[in-house]
Structure formats: C-alpha cells, structure tokens
Nanobody, 125 residues
Framework: QVQLVESGGGLGQAGGSLRLSCAAS????????MGWFRQAPGKEREFVAA?????????YYADSAKGRFTISRDNAKNTVYLQMNSLKPEDTAVYYC?????????????????WGQGTQVTVST
C-alpha cells in the first residue's frame, strides 16, 4: 500500500523559511516524477514544483515559486523535499506532495496518482 506522509509545515514569518518533507512508502518512486501542490482556502489546488526521475533529476517550478523554493529528492530515503525561502503571506496554504506513475513534465493534479494528506503552511506578516 502506497503512503505519502508530509511533515515540516507550520507557522512561518514573511521573509523566513520552512522545509517540507514527504516520505513515501509501499514502493520505490525513484523512476517517477514527484511534486508539490498547494491549496489555499477557496482556491483550486495549484502546482508548485516537481522533480523528475533520479536519472534526469530535472526540476521545474510555478512562477510563484521560482527563485524562492527548491525541490529535491533523496531516492535512498524515498523522500522529496521542498525548501521554501523568502516566504510571503500568499504562500499560506495546505501543501500536498504527490507522486506520478511516470516521469516527465507533469504540472496538473490529474497527472499524479498518489497524494499525501497535506500539511498546513501559514505565513504571517
């Protein structure tokens, strides 16, 4: 049974940093794209960042995350991370990690097959 467990959310200050982790279990995802999405109250779930398979390791980001967020993965630990710097109040949302069953440039929620339960990130001014 595949399970994704996020951690590292919480309260951050504007201009500060938070690091999210997502540990996957049940199978290895080293060959597949892993990503982060977020959903603010009253808004649709939106793409934040993704990283492709271990052998390519390409990363891509939403415009809102470029230059501030960094996604990385540790395949030995089956874990993906999201380092968030220069936080803004508009980053406040529930953050979800997700894993696809293929590799590639995947930015839509329907591209992903497995989801974590989400972790709340709140950024104060």
């Amino acid at each position: 049974q595949v399970q994704l467990v996020e951690s590292g959310g919480g309260l951050g200050q504007a201009g500060g940093s938070l690091r999210l982790s997502c540990a996957a279990s049940g199978r290895s995802f080293s060959r597949y794209t892993m990503g982060w999405f977020r959903q603010a109250p009253g808004k649709e779930r939106e793409f934040v960042a993704a990283i492709t398979s271990w052998y390519s390791g390409s990363t891509y980001y939403a415009d809102s995350a470029k230059g501030r967020f960094t996604i990385s993965r540790d395949n030995a630990k089956n874990t993906v991370y999201l380092q968030m710097n220069s936080l803004k109040p508009e980053d406040t949302a529930v953050y979800y990690c997700a894993v696809a069953s293929r590799s590639g440039y995947l930015v839509e929620p329907y591209d992903y097959d497995y989801w974590g339960q989400g972790t709340q990130v709140t950024v104060s001014t």
